[in-house]
């Protein structure tokens, strides 16, 4: 009696020791494939949205280099920034102390000192501004 008692249980326990790991481990496997799939669309939706900005980026900096290619750009950057003239143009040069008369209204304008094609020699200071080009250093 004993015998047959516990071979009865030797079937069952074997096909529990065999059948509980491997029904562990196909939960297991399907819960981390689960979480890989989650973490794999979390990391594609940050790219899409890095792929957008990306492309808005793209834009914006191709309309600044057609604009900055432009022939309208690169004159007013001559003429700014470098202080070159068109030929034909008479460049305006302001001397002199500014007037004693209160400020107009109107906004001031920006004028630049133009290079002249061919250099010349300047004329010769007169004495109050040998005087002040020895005091200040010009």
Do not use: C, H
């Not at 481990?25 to 899409?48: H, I, K, N, P, T």
């Not at 470098?82 to 500014?98: E, S």
Request: no cysteine.
């Amino acid at each position: 009696m004993g015998r047959g008692g516990s071979s009865a249980w030797i079937v069952p326990g074997l096909l529990l020791l065999f059948v509980l790991p491997l029904t562990g481990f196909a939960a297991y496997s399907v819960a981390d494939r689960w979480y890989q799939g989650y973490q794999l669309a979390q990391e594609e939706a940050a790219l899409r949205s890095d792929i957008v900005r990306l492309r808005e980026e793209n834009l914006r900096l191709q309309g600044e280099i057609k604009t900055v290619r432009s022939d309208a750009y690169v004159e007013t950057v001559a003429r700014e920034q470098l202080g070159l003239v068109k030929p034909g143009d008479r460049a305006i040069v302001l001397v002199g102390p500014p007037s004693s008369a209160p400020p107009a209204p109107v906004q001031e304008p920006t004028v630049r000192r133009a290079e002249p094609a061919e250099r010349t020699t300047p004329p010769e200071p007169g004495g109050w501004r040998r005087l002040f080009d020895a005091i200040f250093g010009r």
